[in-house]
């Protein structure tokens, strides 16, 4: 079957402006997870969804950083009042409740804020 | 806090060597660990996953080994090709169970593999 999917693939934005990024888990993947990866660097996580509900958002860096889920597939980022420093690639991370515990990851979404 | 180190942060090799990359890891307390790689600009693809109770993991050309006593895991790629090259990533996931899942990162090994 079809992989994770994010979209957009790129998005440039302005300082202050609002923003949503979008992933598509592969389905029946209850666990969903966003990482954040700076230039030179590795994903560092951001949440973790356990079906709806955000199992773990201690990785959100402050208020402006919202995601929901809720239908339990697909997920949306979303990031208010865009600052340069938000710019890296967005990663999204889709986990089965069966297996080994793998996490499979989408091509990411790169944000670059102006 | 966990924290994970990658070394070397690069590595240039001639097709054909064998090579072995390096992982290391603060808390031995982990549920699995996997390794990725990355091309540039790309997403993540996951190349071996070994749970806390398993030594090694073997995929064609690639074994993984995992001591968690020690934090050490190794990544080991026989007679590299220039398509090997790319960067690779190690991440480790917590033990405990619950909600404790996400993963740990290092910075990675640039591999370039050289005609």
């Known amino acids: 079957g079809a992989g994770v999917s994010q979209t957009p693939s790129n998005k440039v934005t302005e300082k202050g402006k609002y923003v949503e990024l979008r992933c598509d888990p592969i389905?029946?993947?209850?666990?969903l997870y966003w990482y954040r990866q700076s230039l030179g660097q590795g994903p560092e996580f951001l949440i973790y969804?356990?079906?709806?509900?955000?199992?773990?958002d201690s990785g959100l860096p402050n208020d402006r950083f919202f995601a929901v889920r809720p239908e339990g597939s697909v997920s949306t980022l979303k990031i208010q009042r865009t600052e340069r420093g938000d710019s890296a690639v967005y990663l999204c991370?889709?986990?089965?409740?069966?297996?080994?515990?793998?996490?499979?990851f989408g091509p990411g979404t790169r944000l670059t804020v102006l | 806090k966990q924290e994970v180190t990658q070394i070397p942060a690069a590595l240039s090799v001639p097709e054909g060597e064998n090579l072995v990359l390096n992982c290391s890891f603060t808390?031995?307390?982990?549920?699995?660990l996997q390794w990725f790689r990355q091309d540039p600009g790309k997403g993540l693809t996951s190349l071996l996953l070994?749970?806390?109770?398993?030594r090694e993991q073997t995929s064609g050309r690639l074994n993984a080994s995992l001591d968690k006593s020690s934090g050490r895991s190794t990544l080991y790629i026989a007679a590299s090709q220039p398509g090997d090259s790319a960067t690779y990533l190690c991440?480790?996931?917590?033990?405990?169970?619950?909600?404790?899942?996400?993963?740990?990162f290092g910075t990675g090994t640039r591999l370039q593999v050289t005609l």
């Open positions: 991370a889709s986990r089965s409740v069966r297996g080994l515990g793998e996490q499979f």
């Open positions: 808390d031995s307390a982990i549920y699995n």
């Open positions: 969804f356990q079906g709806t509900g955000a199992a773990d």
């Open positions: 070994i749970q806390s109770s398993q």
């Open positions: 389905s029946g993947h209850t666990a």
């Open positions: 991440a480790v996931r917590p033990g405990g169970g619950g909600t404790a899942s996400k993963l740990t």
